[in-house]
């Protein structure tokens, strides 16, 4: 059974950044793409950024201009990097893991950005 372990998230105040990590039961090999979502309060869950995990690919994409998503193969490990944190990213953020025919979530971790 695969699970997801998200962990980093917490309360920073606007223009921080939180490096948010999601740990693999597995290798992320056997995955065809891990990802970021997020949850805001009374709104639906969206899409941050996904990486593949072929190692012929980019391991780390920036997305928005300030969320960098990476993964570690090494250590079962996808990153996501957030800088010059809003309000407005304050969420649930949720890591995803894909084969062809399964979706893997994890239990997420909650992001606040506030003064």
């Known amino acids: 059974q695969v699970q997801l372990v998200e962990s980093g998230g917490g309360w920073v105040q606007p223009g921080g950044s939180l490096r948010l990590s999601c740990a693999a039961s597995?290798?992320?090999?056997?995955?065809?793409?891990m990802g970021w979502y997020r949850r805001a309060p009374e709104k639906q869950r969206e899409l941050i950024a996904h990486?593949?995990?072929?190692?012929?690919?980019a391991s780390s994409i920036t997305v928005r201009g300030r969320f960098t998503i990476s993964r570690d193969a090494a250590k079962n490990t996808v990153y996501l990097e957030m800088n010059s944190l809003k309000p407005e990213d304050t969420a649930l953020y949720y890591c995803?893991?894909?084969?062809?025919?399964?979706?893997?979530w994890g239990q997420g971790t909650q992001v606040t950005v506030s003064s």
């Open positions: 995803n893991a894909q084969t062809t025919n399964t979706n893997y």
């Open positions: 597995r290798s992320i090999s056997y995955f065809n793409a």
């Open positions: 990486v593949a995990t072929d190692v012929n690919t």
